[in-house]
T-cell receptor
Framework: NAGVMQNPRHLVRRRGQEARLRCSPM?????VYWYRQLPEEGLKFMVY????????ESGMPKERFSAEFPKEGPSILRIQQVVRGDSAAYFC??????????????FGPGTRLTVL | AQSVSQHNHHVILSEAASLELGCNYS??????LFWYVQYPGQHLQLLLK??????LVKGIKGFEAEFIKSKFSFNLRKPSVQWSDTAEYFC??????????FGKGTTLSVSS
């Protein structure tokens, strides 16, 4: 399966714990995007990364949230000290990363985070 | 501010009925447009996309969309829906090198 992989698919955390969501892009893709989907809402952009670089984090809350896409390994979205309002589906998408050109983003299955 | 709006929150149709889902965008300059579908329990899949050229775009499963620049619209159509088209449909827009901006989605329920 050469698609975008996300794990875990479901994650339950208690308030105050940390959540780590992982995303492996499609083979050959060097750009990763994270989106959050709240109930009754569409997907909202959080952060856009290339390998080892954050390109745009304008959609990510300034506190408690961080993201990385290391040279080796998956992209990680990290939420520290989770609160109930963080409960949502988190989707990762990847694209080839063609300079200056729009290319298609392909989505993973998402991680559903539930904060108790 | 850039935005995408979908007019219909929930659409209910019988099989074989025709479908049109509205999407309007607010963007300056060149825009690229997408429709994604999310079937129950599955992840988002690309239905079709418009980058340039022919404003009538054909996608998978018999869907098509028309880009009307003067109306800032990119409506999704299908002449005859099937029960298996029951899903949530998202319109999205972007410019080169930026993230997608999504509409809130339209839930389509098709009864057999």
């Amino acid at each position: 399966n050469a698609g975008v992989m996300q794990n875990p698919r479901h994650l339950v955390r208690r308030r105050g714990q940390e959540a780590r969501l992982r995303c492996s892009p499609m083979k050959g893709h060097s750009h990763v995007y994270w989106y959050r989907q709240l109930p009754e809402e569409g997907l909202k952009f959080m952060v856009y990364l290339q390998k080892e670089n954050i390109i745009d984090e304008s959609g990510m809350p300034k506190e408690r949230f961080s993201a990385e896409f290391p040279k080796e390994g998956p992209s990680i979205l990290r939420i520290q000290q989770v609160v109930r309002g963080d409960s949502a589906a988190y989707f990762c998408a990847s694209s080839l990363g063609l300079a200056g050109v729009t290319d298609t983003q392909y989505f993973g299955p998402g991680t559903r985070l539930t904060v108790l | 501010a850039q935005s995408v709006s979908q007019h219909n929150h929930h659409v209910i149709l019988s099989e074989a009925a025709s479908l049109e889902l509205g999407c309007n965008y607010s963007y300056g300059g060149t825009v690229n447009l997408f429709w994604y579908v999310q079937y129950p329990g599955q992840h988002l899949q690309l239905l079709l996309k418009y980058f340039s050229g022919d404003p009538l775009v054909k996608g998978i499963k018999g869907f098509e969309a028309e880009f009307i620049k003067s109306k800032f619209s990119f409506n999704l159509r299908k002449p005859s829906v099937q029960w298996s088209d029951t899903a949530e449909y998202f319109c999205a827009a972007t410019r080169a090198g930026t993230a997608l901006i999504f509409g809130k989605g339209t839930t389509l329920s098709v009864s057999s």
